[in-house]
């Protein structure tokens, strides 16, 4: 194999960075439920899909460290 490569360090200039560690990598572990190991740029209709099926990724959620999504933003998703 090869190393891993970064998903995205600094998500829409917020200094976050994606997957479930977020430090820019789509790893997982014991404590990734969802196991966030897909990386993705976001378009308008996801991020509208997603929210309609009850996963709103525009809203920031601070105490995750979550900044919201905007079109064009990387991303890891689950698998």
Partial sequence: ??????????VGGSGIGTGFYRNGYCCTG???LGRHTVCCQVT?????FSKSVGND???????????????????CLCA
């Fill in 44 to 48: 308008e209709d996801f991020l509208e």
């Fill in 30 to 32: 014991e404590q990734d």
């Fill in 57 to 75: 990724l525009s809203t920031p959620v601070p105490q995750y460290m979550f900044p919201g999504l905007k079109e064009g933003d990387i991303w």
């Fill in 1 to 10: 194999g090869t190393p891993l490569r970064s998903c995205c360090k600094d």
